[in-house]
């Protein structure tokens, strides 16, 4: 008989892993709490790294589809100093495949596919080691029984605690995000300032960051230092209250560059946090975890890549290593914990050196992982 495998969370780790075990006729159950697909903004773009999200897609057998929808154009990084002075253009070559962009919605739709997943199901608890195998516990009182449950459900994961006591603990950054919707038509100046990728402005402590998604849409972020109640006098509903926090935090900032914030739409506060490195736990059986749920990290776009590799090499375990379901999972961890935690490190050193109080750290980062 096989097993009764669940996967709580439907992000691209969750859904990376059920499609992989999709493809070797292996059943999965997805849990996701949201009640639709379209339930709520999909949030930005990604970039799939060659050896880390765009493997597991092939392992997935969605690579070719991927590269289809994909926009290696979205590559290019121009960088500013904050008086609106170009310190770098990097632009892609035409053949350039090694990290091209893709929205989440789409990435979304493409690993879905023939999935069936549960909507709408919020899960509060998973209890493993009961006589009926690992008990997972839904916000509306019910309970079901799995043989084996993988947490892929985030940041503030329900299932982490099945295995680890730790929590996630703030960075000392925050960020708001804000958004430019037809940005060709109605914003053109900015338009040709973002360019077809992205473009960041580093000041001391503070940055501002704008990012082209696809049909005209453009993330922004604006991220700084300061104490996690920096807001505790402002209603972050009131989006003309935060717009005027912010350009005093960027006061004297190039017209051009502060255009991002006076066009920006509504605002989202999202105070960064991480998990400790390197974050472990003993082996539970039944039980394991994936992505931020196991090792979240600075979104410096590699934590979708591993949720993605790792949801796909944890189904491959299932379905083709061996046979004691135990040992491939422990396999999978070991090898999970030390990439991520090496990938921990960078991130966390990028992070320090993108919201520094010497700007030059920042352009020093990019010219050490991305040359000119």
Known sequence: MRQRIAVVGGGPGGLTFARVLHRHDHPVTILERDPA???????????????????????????????????????????????????????????????????????????????????????????????????????????EAFDFVVGADGAWSRTRPAVSPVAPHYTGITVVETCLDDVDTRHPDLARLIGDGSVAVYGVNRTLVAQRNSGGHVKVYARFRAPLDWHTNLDLADAEAVRSSLL????????????????????????????????????????????????????????????MLEGAELAESIATGPADLDEAVRAFEEQMWARAGRWAKITMAGLERLVSPDPAQALAHFEQVQPS
Do not use: C
Not at 56 to 78: C, I, T, V
Not at 275 to 287: F, I, K
Not at 289 to 307: I, S, Y
């Open 37 to 143: 697909p379209d339930a709520r903004p999909p949030g930005g773009t990604l970039d799939l790294h060659k050896g880390l999200g765009q493997l597991a897609l092939d392992k997935a057998g969605l690579l070719a589809e991927f590269q289809a929808l994909s926009r290696p154009e979205g590559q290019a990084m121009r960088i500013l100093d904050p008086a609106g002075t170009v310190l770098r253009d990097w632009r892609p070559h035409p053949d350039d495949r090694a990290n091209p962009e893709i929205d989440r919605g789409q990435l979304r739709d493409l690993l879905l596919g023939p999935l069936d997943v549960r909507w709408g199901q919020g899960v509060t608890r998973v209890v493993p080691g009961t006589r009926d195998g690992v008990l997972v516990h839904f916000a509306d009182g019910r309970q």
């Open 248 to 307: 005093t935090l960027f006061n004297g900032w190039a017209a051009p560059v502060l255009d991002l914030l006076h066009h920006g739409t509504a605002f989202v506060h999202r105070p960064l946090y991480v998990l400790p490195v390197p974050h472990t736990w003993p082996h539970v059986s039944g039980v394991t975890l994936l992505g931020d749920a196991a090792h979240l990290m600075p979104p410096l776009g590699v934590g979708a890549n591993l949720a």
